[in-house]
T-cell receptor, first 112, second 110 residues
Framework: NAGVTQTPKFQVLKTGQSMTLQCAQDMNHNSMYWYRQDPGMGLRLIYYSASEGTTDKGEVPNGYNVSRLNKREFSLRLESAAPSQTSVYFC???????????FGQGTRLTVV | GIQVEQSPPDLILQEGANSTLRCNFS?????LQWFHQNPWGQLINLFYIPSGTKQNGRLSATTVATERYSLLYISSSQTTDSGVYFCAVLNSNSGYALNFGKGTSLLVTP
């Protein structure tokens, strides 16, 4: 029972490089989310997908794009990485509104 | 969006002590969860508790939805309880994602 799986776990990028963070869930959940966590802060929502085929901006979407590839997978893309995007990224999934959310193990990204 | 405030921001306990962490929120909620982020960064689900009281071993939680707060109780603390505790809430009128507080950082010393 894997739950929510994120890849990679660690990544170092140079400023201007691009990359895609992958997230997959095996719980048949409708909704998926990308958050970022910075030191001393809680988690802030970047983008979410309430259901397959839909995506919406969260609190901090600038510099990111997302793709809900299918019900299982939700990817986050950085087109031109900046040092301000150095953070820990978490993917999450949940089913209906009144149900529990589950998080992946996180991706620690450093942009130099 | 809905505001979430957690207190205290930092807490140091000696092993065996009890503690209460508080989460206040600014609007009615459909969903409230408590998480423990361990020193390795993993987010561990503790409670899904939009209302009422739940217990799991040495931990328990109470949410008083009408008064817009939730409490997490840790009894007989252990060093493995160290980490950051987050409260997160969802108000479906404001969207479908959890809004997080900034957390309570707990250190339990031997």
């Amino acid at each position: 029972n894997a739950g929510v799986t994120q890849t990679p776990k660690f990544q170092v990028l140079k400023t201007g490089q691009s990359m895609t963070l992958q997230c997959a869930q095996d719980m048949n959940h409708n909704s998926m989310y990308w958050y970022r966590q910075d030191p001393g802060m809680g988690l802030r929502l970047i983008y979410y997908s309430a259901s397959e085929g839909t995506t919406d901006k969260g609190e901090v979407p600038n510099g990111y794009n997302v793709s809900r590839l299918n019900k299982r997978e939700f990817s986050l893309r950085l087109e031109s990485a900046a040092p301000s995007q150095t953070s820990v990224y978490f993917c999450a999934s949940k089913d209906q509104v009144n149900t529990e959310a589950f998080f992946g193990q996180g991706t620690r990204l450093t942009v130099v | 969006g809905i505001q979430v405030e957690q207190s205290p921001p930092d807490l140091i306990l000696q092993e065996g002590a009890n503690s209460t962490l508080r989460c206040n929120f600014s609007d009615s909620v459909n969903n409230l969860q408590w998480f423990h982020q361990n020193p390795w960064g993993q987010l561990i689900n503790l409670f899904y508790i939009p209302s009422g009281t739940k217990q799991n071993g040495r931990l328990s939680a109470t949410t008083v939805a009408t008064e817009r707060y939730s409490l997490l109780y840790i009894s007989s603390s252990q060093t493995t309880d160290s980490g950051v505790y987050f409260c997160a809430v969802l108000n479906s009128n404001s969207g479908y994602a959890l809004n997080f507080g900034k957390g309570t950082s707990l250190l339990v010393t031997p």
